[in-house]
């Protein structure tokens, strides 16, 4: 079993939907949780970061830890077809350098 | 411009032939770390390096090689490729506090071992 579980999708949703990624993670020592978004053809790029339980949010985005449940959450409003990409949750705090991440949603947003 | 850059970008080659792919970052960044992406498996760290001449194995380092001899680059070494090597590599480099920091990856390298 991997330590961070993510639904591959893919997920197809209508422009302006509330869109809601999850993933799950089985080890406790995780604390710091990460959202990546990867568009087609390149790599990674961060867009949540948070730190043990609680919520952030940065714009049209709300990323959600739940460390009672070992549940993560990104939710985006008023989704944009900008948005369709893939999705990958990832934790770390385990090992100094380590990044565990998880399988990645494919996410497309149609106008 | 800020950017990791990887070299090369696509390879298609033979079990057996070693077989090196280049990173370089220029944002003086001290932690790097390669990745490998397969479908329905995500993104697996291969090695990391916390800074020049620190290097660790991460979830599947098996038959690859790194080395960290200079701040700006880190190669990924195959020394002897096989097929279930086939995968699409990422390089990605931060600033100190390792992954925990916003990390800039590469744009990828394809790799076909046949």
């Known amino acids: 079993q991997k330590e961070v579980e993510q639904d591959p999708g893919p997920l197809s949703v209508p422009e302006g939907a509330i869109v809601s990624l999850n993933c799950t993670y089985s080890?406790?020592?995780?604390?710091?949780f990460m959202w990546y978004r990867q568009y087609s053809r390149k790599g990674p790029e961060l867009l949540m970061y948070?730190?043990?339980?609680g919520n952030k949010e940065d714009g049209r985005f709300t990323a959600q830890v739940d460390k009672s449940s070992k549940y993560i959450s990104l939710f985006i409003r008023d989704s944009q077809p900008s948005d369709s990409a893939t999705y990958l949750c990832?934790?770390?705090?385990?090992?100094?350098?380590?990044?565990?991440f998880g399988q990645g949603t494919i996410l497309t947003v149609h106008p | 411009e800020a950017q990791v850059t990887q070299n090369p970008r696509y390879l298609i080659t033979v079990t057996g032939k070693k077989l090196t792919v280049t990173c370089s970052q220029n944002?003086?960044?001290?932690?790097m770390s390669w990745y490998r992406q397969d479908p329905g498996l995500g993104l697996r760290q291969i090695y990391y390096?916390?800074?020049?001449?620190?290097?660790d194995k991460g979830d599947v380092p098996e038959g690859y090689k790194v080395s960290r001899k200079e701040k700006r680059n880190f190669p990924l070494i195959l020394e002897s490729p096989s097929p279930n090597q086939t995968s699409l590599y990422f390089c990605?480099?931060?600033?100190?506090?390792?992954?925990?920091?916003?990390?800039?990856f590469g744009d990828g390298t394809r790799l076909s071992i046949l």
């Open positions: 944002m003086n960044h001290e932690y």
């Open positions: 390096s916390m800074n020049v001449e620190v290097t």
């Open positions: 990605a480099s931060s600033f100190r506090g390792g992954p925990l920091q916003p990390q800039h």
């Open positions: 080890n406790s020592a995780f604390q710091y």
């Open positions: 948070t730190y043990s339980s």
């Open positions: 990832s934790a770390g705090g385990t090992s100094y350098g380590k990044l565990t």
